[in-house]
């Protein structure tokens, strides 16, 4: 499973080892793990194209991550704002903080999503943590499907997202959603 780690910059660094070296432990992938040796410095020496590059470059690790675990125990808008588009792109999102540390992230503590877990963790629990989270997640990622569709249907789910603004893989995922409610006999 391809796991995406991100975290405050200027947090915690010996836990955010931890959590990554237990990801490779698991035989997970990590999409990234330059939140270990990254720092407010680099950032500050960042041009705006460099800027800019960064920010593309981490929307496409997480829409390439299976998993996306954020460690939360310092506040960062930067890992507020990846955690709000991966959970916008229905990924299996984790949200650790170090309860030793911190309490959950206000922001987020009273949204319930179903793929979103917010869980607290410490030097002793960290291994057990990730392991019954990682689990979880990996059985709440998305099963990719492709299929052909006709142009009058790709035309029709095109107008659907510009005038309705739902992207089509949710517009159809909630067709389907419906009529597996509505259907008696597969219930």
């Not at 999409?31 to 040796?37: E, I, K, N, Q, R």
């Not at 991966?86 to 030793?100: E, T």
Request: aromatic share 10%.
């Amino acid at each position: 499973m391809k796991v995406h780690f991100a975290a405050a910059v200027d947090g915690d660094k010996s836990d955010f080892k931890k959590i990554c070296q237990f990801i490779h432990k698991l035989d997970h992938s990590l999409v990234t793990d330059h939140y270990l040796s990254r720092t407010l410095d680099d950032i500050d020496k960042e041009s705006p194209q460099e800027a800019k590059f960064y920010v593309e470059r981490s929307m496409n690790w997480i829409k390439t991550a299976d998993v996306v675990v954020f460690e939360t125990t310092k506040p960062d808008i930067s890992i507020g704002y990846e955690l709000a588009v991966a959970v916008s792109l229905h990924k299996p999102v984790i949200a650790l903080y170090n309860d030793k540390k911190s309490n959950p992230p206000n922001s987020i503590k009273g949204v319930e999503k179903e793929k979103l877990q917010i869980v607290g963790y410490n030097e002793d629990t960290i291994d057990d943590v990730l392991d019954i989270i990682l689990e979880n997640a990996a059985e709440s990622a998305d099963v990719r499907f492709n299929f052909f569709i006709s142009p009058a249907i790709g035309n029709y789910l095109d107008w659907i997202a510009k005038n309705k603004k739902i992207p089509r893989s949710v517009y159809l995922r909630n067709l389907i959603q419906k009529d597996m409610e509505d259907n008696e006999e597969y219930r």
